[in-house]
């Protein structure tokens, strides 16, 4: 056996931090148009499993990247 046998599968939990509470260096190299990006694709994934609000909401970001470019 293993150590990865007794290790708990795929946990974790999330945590939500303020945007003010991040360095400005780091906000400085944050790259929103690609943010948003990954957050369409991911709407448009939960879409096609049969959601309509996503999909607007993809679109909405998808006007938000064109807005930005």
Aim: overall charge negative.
């Amino acid at each position: 056996m293993s150590e990865d046998e007794y290790l708990p599968f795929l946990s974790g939990s999330e945590k939500r931090v303020d945007f003010s509470s991040l360095p400005e260096d780091a906000v400085k190299k944050i790259d929103y148009v690609d943010v948003l990006k990954q957050l369409r694709d991911i709407l448009l994934d939960f879409s096609r499993r049969g959601g309509e609000k996503y999909t607007k909401m993809a679109e909405e970001v998808n006007i938000l990247i064109f807005q930005n470019l």
